[in-house]
C-alpha cells in the first residue's frame, strides 16, 4: 500500500492542469503549499489526483500506522448562553429545562464507572452554563485526579474557556495556569468553526472570535499544554474561507508547535437553524481531508471523527491522508447524534476499532492523547466480540 516517488512522480507528470502540477511538485519535494496552491486544490483537483497526494503525504509520515485512543466523554450540560446557527445540540439557558446540567459527583460517578477499565482520556466539553464558573470546573478537575490521578485530562473549548475566564474577571494566562494546576492537561479543538468573519458573523457571531480562539490555544501551548485544532466544513463557507482558517492554524503551529491534531468536522442539518443547508457529499468530504493533509504541513496528524462521518466513510479517509480516528468514545455522546451523524449512539469496543482499520490494510495503533505509542495491534487476532478486559 505504500506509496512510491515514481508512482506520484508519474501522477503529477501526467496532470495537464498546470496550477496542478505546480502543487504536486511542491508536495512530492516537501514544500509548504500556498493559499494559491490550496485553493487550486480545491477548486481543480479531482479525487484521484487529491487522494494519491493525500495518501503519499500520510505514508511518508507515519507509514501504514492508523492511531486511536480509549477514551470517554463527559458532557456536563447541553445548556447554552450562546445561539450557534448550526447547532443541534444545546438548549438555550432561557429553555434550561429542556436540557440536562450534571452535578460535579454525577460527573465524578462517569469517572468511577470506569475504575479498572483500560481507558486513558476523559473528554469534558459542553455547553457554557452561567452556573458552572471556573471554580465548578477546577474542582470537577481536582476530583478526577485525586480519583485517577494517570488519567489525562482533555477538556473544554476556547468557548467554554474565554467565557468562564471573562465571569471570574481573569487574564486568559491566569485562567489557563489555575485550571492546567487544577489538573487539566489538554485542550480539545472545538469551537474554531470558521475564523473567517464573514461567515463567523452569519453562524457563530455572539461567541469568541478567531483572534481569542487563537489566542487561547497560543496561550495554553506557552503553559505547557497540547491542544488540537478544528474546523467546520460544508455549511455556507467557500472554499477560500477554509484555506484562511488552515492558514492562520499553520501561522501559530509555527510559532509554538503546540498542536497535535487537525480535525476537520463535518456539518450535520439535522434538528438546528440551518436545515435548509445541504450537506456536504462523501466526495466532498475526502477532498476536505485530503487538502487538509497537503495543506496542514506542520500537524503531525490528521483526524477523523468516525461518529460523525460513520463506519465506512471514516474507513475511507484513511486513504485520504487521515492517520488517526480518535477512539473508542466508550459512550452515547449526543453532540454527533443530536445533529443527525450516521452513527446514533457511537460507541465501539476495542476489538471493533482495530478490526475497522484492520479491514483497510492499515495497522492500528493504540496512543495517549499526545502520540504517545502503547499498543501496536497489527499482529493480534480477534474478533468484534473479543472483550476489552481480555486485550489488557
Request: with cysteine; hydrophobic share 35%; charged share 25%.
Amino acid at each position: 500500500m505504500i506509496a512510491t516517488n515514481s508512482a506520484i512522480e508519474k501522477l503529477i507528470d501526467n496532470e495537464k492542469d498546470k496550477d496542478l502540477k505546480i502543487a504536486g511538485k511542491k508536495v512530492l519535494a516537501a514544500e509548504r503549499l500556498s493559499a494559491d496552491d490550496g485553493l487550486a486544490l480545491f477548486e481543480k483537483g479531482g479525487l484521484p489526483f487529491l487522494g494519491s497526494l493525500a495518501n503519499f503525504v500520510r505514508e511518508r509520515l507515519h507509514g501504514n500506522k492508523t492511531y486511536f485512543n480509549r477514551n470517554f466523554h463527559i458532557e456536563p450540560t447541553n445548556v447554552c448562553v450562546f445561539a450557534c446557527q448550526f447547532c443541534s445540540y444545546s438548549r438555550l439557558y432561557s429553555h434550561r429545562d429542556e436540557g440536562w446540567e450534571l452535578s460535579l459527583d454525577q460527573m465524578l460517578n462517569i469517572v468511577k464507572s470506569y475504575d479498572g477499565k483500560p481507558v486513558t482520556e476523559v473528554h469534558i466539553v459542553g455547553g457554557v452554563h452561567p452556573k458552572m464558573n471556573l471554580e465548578f470546573f477546577i474542582e470537577l478537575l481536582q476530583k478526577i485526579k485525586a480519583h485517577r490521578p494517570e488519567m489525562h485530562i482533555k477538556g473544554f473549548t476556547a468557548v467554554e474557556l474565554e467565557y468562564m475566564f471573562r465571569k471570574a474577571k481573569l487574564s486568559v494566562e491566569e485562567g489557563l495556569r489555575r485550571m492546567h494546576e487544577a489538573g487539566l492537561d489538554s485542550l480539545p479543538g472545538g469551537g474554531a468553526e470558521i475564523f473567517h468573519p464573514e461567515v463567523r458573523q452569519l453562524i457563530s457571531a455572539d461567541k469568541v472570535d478567531a483572534d481569542g480562539w487563537l489566542h487561547i490555544h497560543e496561550a495554553a501551548h506557552r503553559e505547557g499544554m497540547h491542544t488540537n485544532a478544528t474546523m467546520l466544513y460544508g455549511h455556507i463557507e467557500k472554499y477560500h474561507h477554509r484555506i484562511d482558517h488552515m492558514e492562520r492554524l499553520r501561522s501559530l503551529q509555527d510559532r509554538t508547535g503546540g498542536f497535535n491534531t487537525f480535525i476537520p468536522l463535518k456539518f450535520r442539518n439535522k434538528q438546528n437553524d440551518m436545515s435548509h443547508v445541504p450537506e456536504s457529499s462523501v466526495i466532498g468530504d475526502m477532498k476536505m481531508y485530503a487538502v487538509a493533509r497537503l495543506f496542514m504541513d506542520n500537524f503531525p496528524h490528521l483526524k477523523a471523527y468516525w461518529p460523525m462521518l460513520g463506519r465506512q466513510s471514516a474507513q475511507l479517509t484513511l486513504s485520504f491522508g487521515v492517520n488517526d480516528l480518535d477512539g473508542t468514545i466508550d459512550d452515547s455522546t449526543k453532540i454527533y447524534s443530536m445533529a443527525g451523524s450516521e452513527e446514533q449512539h457511537p460507541s465501539l469496543s476495542t476489538a471493533q476499532l482495530v478490526n475497522l482499520i484492520k479491514q483497510v490494510g492499515r495497522e492500528p495503533v493504540e496512543r495517549d492523547t499526545v502520540y504517545n505509542e502503547l499498543r501496536n495491534y497489527k499482529d493480534i487476532e480477534m474478533n468484534d466480540a473479543t472483550p476489552d478486559a481480555a486485550l489488557n
